[in-house]
């Protein structure tokens, strides 16, 4: 079936370094995508997200880059922080009218950053 | 301002209990998504509603799952006859427009355990 998933379950990163986290997908339909962050105990938050006809984004410290040949995503965060130690789940949308604009979302990736 | 709210943060039941989750969306938010995410998985998708329109219920898991969103604010998921396999943490999420996508605003969540 139709699903978006992540390569790997955890990811450890020295503090300063960069840290890529992918995620793989399985619907050419998906109108965007997004990355989501979500701390423990706490709901998850919208970091940046990327239409379909896009091939990057850059935001502040992060870049989102799309690869629709091989239905893959990669959010890259630069000179990674403590703060960011965190799940990150890609997730994709589709929108279509009458239905609901639902999120489609990975298992996620831990993301530990260390000292 | 005032983010996305629920309640209670934590709830303990015993099995074939009924319980009911809370959740006050941000002050003007049209849509309003109640979310499961089980431990360590996704977020899998359970209910949207939108304005006054009917109710996205496909992501229900079963009958014994319900919400309802009164005049267009809060919501409330009830699940009756609890089981174990309901033990999860319960996200909620509004977002402000109607017709395009535009980032959802998660809640907190309510960590359902049922013993």
């Known amino acids: 079936g139709e699903s978006v998933g992540l390569h790997l379950p955890t990811l450890s990163v020295q503090e300063g370094d960069n840290s890529i986290i992918n995620c793989a997908y399985s619907?050419?339909?998906?109108?965007?995508f997004i990355w989501y962050k979500q701390e423990s105990g706490k709901g998850p938050q919208f970091i940046i997200d990327?239409?379909?006809?896009?091939d990057k984004r850059q935001g502040q410290r992060v870049t989102v880059l799309l690869n629709k040949t091989v239905k893959h995503l990669s959010l890259q965060i630069a000179a990674t922080q403590p703060g960011d130690s965190a799940v990150y789940f890609c997730a994709e949308i589709r929108l279509s009218s009458g239905s609901a604009r639902q999120l489609t979302f990975g298992s996620g990736t831990q993301l530990t950053v260390l000292p | 301002g005032a983010g996305v709210s629920q309640s209670p943060s934590n709830k303990v039941t015993e099995k074939g209990k009924d319980v009911e989750l809370r959740c006050d969306p941000i002050?003007?938010?049209?849509?309003l998504y109640w979310y499961r995410q089980s431990l360590g998985q996704g977020l899998e998708f359970l209910i949207y509603?939108?304005?006054?329109?009917?109710?996205?219920k496909s992501g229900l898991p079963s009958d014994r799952f319900s919400a309802e969103r009164t005049g267009g604010s809060v919501s409330t998921l009830t699940i009756q006859r609890t089981q174990q396999e309901d033990s999860a943490v319960y996200l909620c999420a509004s977002s402000p427009r109607t017709i395009f996508y535009n980032e959802q605003f998660f809640g907190p969540g309510t960590r359902l355990t049922v013993l």
């Open positions: 002050s003007g938010h049209t849509a």
């Open positions: 619907n050419s339909a998906s109108d965007y």
């Open positions: 509603f939108q304005g006054n329109s009917a109710p996205d």
């Open positions: 990327i239409r379909s006809n896009m």
